[in-house]
């Protein structure tokens, strides 16, 4: 059973940066794939980002690449995504996400364990 808990959401400005963390325990973490996903009130859980155990590639949705940069840190099992040049849109509670051992990376919400969630609010 693996535990996962998210830390760093807040109040930013438009154009502003986060660093959100997200803190594994209770299970190997370096064979695992993870991932971010997002959720705004009254819409689905969608993508944002996530990292292969196996090769270390990753994937974003189109709205955040080139903005946030997910990474992860085998040595303290810690999963990370950067946010810059933030948008109001952004505005969500993020959750992060881990598949089984040596699952897949993929883009749907299918993930085996998920964190609480942190939100983040961009303001205008």
């Known amino acids: 059973q693996v535990q996962l808990v998210e830390s760093g959401g807040g109040l930013v400005q438009a154009g502003g940066s986060l660093r959100l963390s997200c803190a594994a325990s209770?299970?190997?973490?370096?064979?695992?794939?993870i991932a971010w996903f997002r959720q705004a009130p009254g819409q689905e859980r969608e993508f944002v980002a996530a990292?292969?155990?196996?090769?270390?590639?990753?994937r974003y949705a189109d709205s955040v690449k080139d903005r946030f940069t997910i990474s992860r840190d085998n040595t303290k099992n810690t999963v990370s995504l950067q946010m810059n040049s933030l948008k109001p849109e952004d505005t969500a509670v993020y959750y992060c996400?881990?598949?089984?051992?040596?699952?897949?990376?993929?883009?749907?919400?299918?993930?085996?364990?998920w964190g609480q969630g942190t939100q983040v609010t961009v303001s205008s």
């Open positions: 996400a881990v598949t089984q051992q040596y699952g897949r990376m993929v883009t749907e919400p299918t993930y085996r364990y």
């Open positions: 209770g299970g190997t973490f370096s064979t695992r794939s």
């Open positions: 990292k292969s155990w196996s090769d270390g590639s990753t």
